[in-house]
């Protein structure tokens, strides 16, 4: 693995190159992007596509790349150019995209922006809110979790997106009566930690879960889009919007291994199937 640092004026962009050089790729580069998860995340991913080209990397203001343009929201739109610029420094020509979660959101946003940037784009579980029939009730249930971190902190906020996570089906009057969650059922530590600044848990990444699909743009590029979603988690939020985006676009869901993470290995401690999860997006990128 290669490390390089793109400078722009609005941010310093870390990536990581693993595998054969663009040129000696059997395959175009493949991209692995997330939101918030940064590139370390995909090591487990990574290792079962030895033999191509793999680049992660760390969006703007998290990890190692450092912003320099003063702000502190996560912005699709924003995140797409960082990713264009990251292809055209390659200098392989079109590539192939996978994109989870918040990745997937600014996968879209790059394909809506430069198509010919990317010939096939995996987009697995994007959170995207309005592609749920729930919509209003989603959005409710997110402020509930901002609200209790912003009250009470990481332990607070974490509980609550666990709880928002996990829910089955839409978010009914039963999920709003529930008490709030309580950190300890959930093994998080009590107390508050001071911050609020986490990308996940705050305000800052309102602009990945309320980003609008473009799907009038998405139906005219040559891109190939897939939409996945994990076979353990099509009834949760993750995986009810992206049934809901796959329809938007005219598809159906294409089902991957295990859950919303379902491509980790040991990286946060919840381990999904990775050698199944890479074999399905290894089918799916040849197909």
């Given at each position: ?11 310093d ?10 040129a ?8 692995m992007i997330g ?19 793999v680049?992660?990397y ?13 702000r502190e ?8 150019e ?49 592609s ?12 509930v ?49 001071g ?21 009038e ?31 938007r ?39």
């Amino acid at each position: 693995m290669t490390t390089h640092t793109l400078e722009t004026p609005a941010a310093d962009i870390v990536y990581d190159v693993h595998g054969p050089a663009p040129a000696e790729s059997p395959r175009p580069p493949l991209l692995m992007i997330g939101q918030p998860m940064t590139a370390e995340g995909f090591a487990t991913l990574a290792s079962h596509f030895g033999d191509r080209t793999v680049v992660t990397y760390d969006p703007r203001g998290l990890g190692r790349s450092v912003r320099k343009d003063g702000r502190e929201d996560h912005v699709p739109a924003l995140q797409a150019e960082d990713i264009h610029a990251v292809i055209q420094a390659l200098g392989a020509g079109a590539v192939e995209v996978f994109g989870s979660s918040g990745g997937a959101v600014a996968g879209f946003a790059l394909v809506t922006a430069h198509p010919e940037d990317v010939r096939t784009f995996v987009a697995h579980e994007p959170p995207l809110i309005e592609s749920l029939p729930d919509a209003d009730a989603a959005a409710r249930a997110s402020q509930v979790m901002r609200d209790a971190y912003q009250a009470k902190g990481f332990s607070a906020g974490m509980a609550a997106f666990m709880a928002l996570g996990s829910w089955q089906g839409e978010f009914t009057d039963a999920f709003f009566a529930q008490p709030p969650a309580d950190p300890a059922q959930f093994g998080l530590p009590s107390g508050d930690d001071g911050r609020r600044d986490d990308p996940l848990l705050s305000d800052r990444s309102l602009g990945v879960t309320n980003y609008h699909l473009d799907v009038e743009a998405l139906a005219a590029v040559p891109t190939q889009i897939v939409v996945a979603v994990g076979e353990e988690s099509r009834k949760v939020f993750t995986g009810r919007a992206a049934v809901g985006t796959a329809e938007r676009l005219g598809q159906e869901a294409t089902v991957f291994p295990s859950h919303h993470g379902g491509f980790l290995g040991g990286e946060f401690g919840y381990a999904g199937q990775p050698e199944a999860f890479a074999k399905k997006l290894r089918e799916v990128l040849e197909s």
